[in-house]
């Protein structure tokens, strides 16, 4: 009988131990999955950097990463097919199913033809982005980025078009002198004919938060934040 079973028994110790070395990897990260969504401007700078650093540590990690806006990245969280958000414009949730922590910090600036009356200026106050035509990227409704820019600039009437296209395209069109965009300054990619410059006051300065599910304990979801703080703290000094 003992003989009979030894297959069995064999089968068995040989799948326990590779439950162990499973769990053990995703444990120590050296395998394993972490999905991230984030919004879009943010893939260059500190986010940029903290992937980087992640997946030198965390070679054998499976990154699936999905760009989107806030609403939509905030349902994939709900229903499990995002371990973690990285957005800005993101309101207070004040739901105790997540956890939302500010990450750092991005300068808002506004994209202007090279041959702008403006274009020579150090930086631009509210009151100067209010006067001009503001074209804005959307997609699938969301008006995060609308609702920012009507926050800064107060009470002021805004010309304000939105259209469902790529950044690259947005930048193009503000070449084109469809009217300024408003973009992150980690966003920034030289582009002939075009001057970024810093916008001051109020609401320039816009938080990047990262939301997670709150009794989430992913390991790799907490190196990766260790990563994220590491590039924000690196970036902040330089």
């Known amino acids: 009988v003992g003989e009979a079973l030894l297959p ?3 089968a068995m110790l040989h799948a326990a131990d590779k439950s162990f070395i499973t769990t053990n990897d995703a444990a ?3 395998r394993g999955r972490l999905s991230v969504g984030f919004y879009p401007g943010l893939a260059n700078g500190t986010l940029r950097e903290g992937l980087a650093s992640f997946r030198v540590e965390c070679p054998e ?3 699936i990463l ?3 806006m806030p609403g939509d990245l905030h349902a994939q969280l709900c229903d499990r097919s ?3 958000v990285v957005a800005a414009f993101m309101p207070e949730l004040a739901n105790a199913a997540f ?3 500010k990450l750092w910090s991005e300068q808002l600036v506004a994209l202007l033809p090279a041959d702008h009356d403006l274009a020579g200026r150090n930086a631009l106050r509210w009151s100067d982005v209010a006067a001009l035509p503001i074209i804005l990227r959307t997609a699938g409704g969301d008006l995060s980025g609308y609702r920012a820019i009507m926050a800064a600039t107060g009470k002021r009437s805004l010309n304000c078009k939105q259209y469902a296209v790529s950044r690259a395209t947005l930048v193009q ?3 084109l002198g469809f009217g300024i965009a408003i973009t992150f300054s980690s966003a920034l990619v030289p582009t002939p004919d075009i001057v970024a410059i810093p916008i001051e006051g109020e609401g320039a300065i816009v938080p990047v938060d990262g939301l997670w599910n709150a009794f989430d304990e992913n390991a790799a979801r907490l190196r990766f934040l260790h990563h994220i703080k590491d590039a924000a703290i690196k970036s902040a000094s330089s």
Do not use: P
Request: aromatic share 4%; hydrophobic share 40%.
């Open 99 to 101: 956890e939302q922590k």
């Open 28 to 30: 120590t990260c050296q």
């Open 61 to 63: 990690m499976e990154l």
């Open 173 to 175: 069109m503000v070449t």
């Open 66 to 68: 999905v760009e989107g």
């Open 8 to 10: 069995y028994a064999k």
């Open 82 to 84: 995002l371990d973690m």
